[in-house]
Structure formats: C-alpha cells, structure tokens
C-alpha cells in the first residue's frame, strides 16, 4: 500500500470513525469503506437531472375528452354570391281574405256616357187645362154654289130652340165664371203662389219625390213648375225662398240622357245652370233639376225630397 493511501486511512479515521463505526476493506479494490453500524443516515441532496433520453414512439390516441363549453358567435361573414334559382315549388293554399281596405278618395269625374236607347213610351198623362181662344182666322175663298135644297118648314121653330140652347150656355158661362172665383179664391190661401204672364205657379210646402211632384201636380190639373224664360223662374224662385227649401222643376233627362226637357218631351231652349253644373255629382246619376236660393239650376237625383211647385 502506498504511503498516500495509508495517510488518507489515517486522516480519514481520526476525523469521522466513531463508536459504533466499522472500517472495512474492499478486497477487489484493496481500499478500505467506512461502515456505520448505527442508525441510518439522512437522505442526501437530489443529484442533477440527467441528459434527455431519445424520444419515444407515438402512443394510441386516448379517449375524447368531454366537450368544451360553446364559444361566442363569431362575426357575421361576407354575403356569398348568390347561388342558382331553384326550381318552382308546388302553389301553396289560398290563404283567408284579408280585411276589408279603408276607402280610398273619390276619383276624377268620368267623362259623360253615350246617349242610351230611347225608353219605352210611358203611359198618357192627365190632359192639361183648355187653351186661349185663338183669334178668328181670315175668311176662305167662297165655295161653288150648292145645289138648291127643297123649301123647308117655317123658321120660327129653329129659332125658338136656338134661342133654349143661349140661354142654357148662359148659364154654363155664368157657372164657369163662379167657378173662376171661386178657384182665385181658392188660390189666395196658399202662402206660395206667383204669376208670371198667363202662368200661375203655386206650392203649399209639401215635399216629395219627382215622380210624387209630378203626380201631384197632375191630379191638381197642372204641371211642374218648368221656366221657359227669366221672368217664369223669378217667379218661382219667389215662392221657393218662401219656403227656404229647394224645389223641384219640370225639366228632366230622364227619357234622353244627356238632353234636358221639358214635361211635354220638348227640348229646353231657356237654362240658368249653376257653375259647373250639370256634373252627375260623383259619379251619381242626377236626372232630375232643383232650383237653389239664388234662382240657378243644379242637377239632382230623382229620388230627393224636395218642394213641389206646381204650374198652371
């Protein structure tokens, strides 16, 4: 054994042999080891990691694990071009009918209609009162003379029988007359009453339809009030502001639309229409005519109640 190693056996047993405490030799190395025969030491420091190994191979997969919680929506992306139109699908079923729209505003005044056909001949009216005696004419020329006649009997009978029917036609005349009076008298009772030339126009304030006014007006003898000229429908305008209520006139189109007339089917040749009127009030049919406060004509439909006037 060398001089260094026994110095170092030396050293080392004065420094840490203690009782309990065995030295021993290593008979392959011929060195000698510190054996402790008492209780065990402490654990000594963890020594430094050692180098990376080679990597491994690749395990199997392990199983999934649970799911994660559900991000939030991403933002909406681009609008894609648009892709080929499909093809026609099957109608679907009528669905229920909507409610009814609010009314929407009238619409323009249409153009006047054509003249329709003319109408069936309606039935003979009440004859109107007898005329004036017209003037004597001028006399003819003298026929030829007459082949002569046999002698007749005496002429005082002839006479006498003229003489029975004048007095008779007195008597007609005398109760015409009264008759007369009596009618004028008859007519200072209604408080509308005018005269315009040999036209009498006379209302008592009943109201009614066209067709009632002209009813009326017939049984009475007379006919509607139908100005020919200005002085008649002053008249009647008089009676028609006594009543403060629109009045019915004579004139119509209802057997020629488009063509005003008057009672007897004769065209008018004396208007006073208001502004713009006749105009068939949106799109309703107003056949008939009415006389306002200021004297001037407005069409109106044959169905209003309106005065009736009458004329003699």
């Known amino acids: 054994m060398s001089i260094v190693k ?19 030799q290593d008979p392959d190395e011929n060195a000698y080891s510190i054996i402790t025969c008492g209780a065990p030491g402490k654990n000594g420091l963890p020594g430094m990691n050692g180098a990376n190994g080679a990597k491994g191979e690749r395990g199997e997969p392990g199983l999934p694990g649970p799911s994660g919680k559900t991000g939030q929506t991403g933002p909406r992306g ?25 009314a929407g505003p009238p619409g323009a005044k249409g153009l006047r209609g054509a003249n329709g056909a003319p109408g069936a001949s ?9 005329g004036p005696k017209g003037e004597r004419g001028s006399s003819g020329p003298s026929g030829p003379p007459g082949p002569k006649g046999e002698r007749g009997d005496s002429a005082i009978p002839a006479i006498k029988n003229l003489k029975l029917q ?12 009264s008759n007369i009076e009596k009618l004028g008298k008859a007519f200072s009772f209604f408080k509308g009453r005018a005269v315009s030339g040999n036209k009498f126009y006379v209302s008592n304030g009943v109201e009614g339809t066209f067709s009632f006014a002209k009813a ?5 003898g007379g006919i509607m009030a139908s100005p020919t000229k200005p002085e ?7 009676i028609r502001n006594q009543y403060g209520s ?6 119509n189109e209802l057997d020629t639309k488009g063509i005003y007339r008057y009672p007897n089917g004769k065209r008018i040749s004396y208007t006073n229409w208001k502004a713009n ?8 049919p107003e056949y008939c005519v009415e006389m306002q406060e200021t004297g001037q004509w407005n069409d109106k439909p044959c169905n209003a109640n309106l005065l009736i006037i009458c004329e003699f």
Do not use: F, W
Not at 6 to 24: D, R, S, Y
Not at 80 to 101: F, I, T, V, Y
Not at 277 to 284: A, D, K, L, S
């Open 6 to 24: 026994v110095l170092g056996l030396l050293l080392l047993h004065v420094a840490l042999v203690t009782p309990g405490t065995q030295i021993c």
């Open 78 to 102: 681009v609008q894609g071009p648009a892709g080929p139109k499909g093809e026609k699908g099957d109608r679907g079923a009528s669905g229920s009918p909507g409610l009814q729209g609010v």
């Open 122 to 130: 309606g039935t003979q009216g009440v004859a109107g009162p007898t």
């Open 166 to 177: 004048m007095a008779g036609m007195d008597g007609q005349i005398r109760d015409l007359q």
């Open 216 to 220: 009326r007006c017939a049984e009475a």
């Open 232 to 238: 008649e429908n002053t008249a009647i305008q008089s």
């Open 246 to 251: 629109h009045a019915y006139l004579g004139i």
């Open 277 to 284: 009127e006749p105009n068939n009030h949106q799109g309703t």
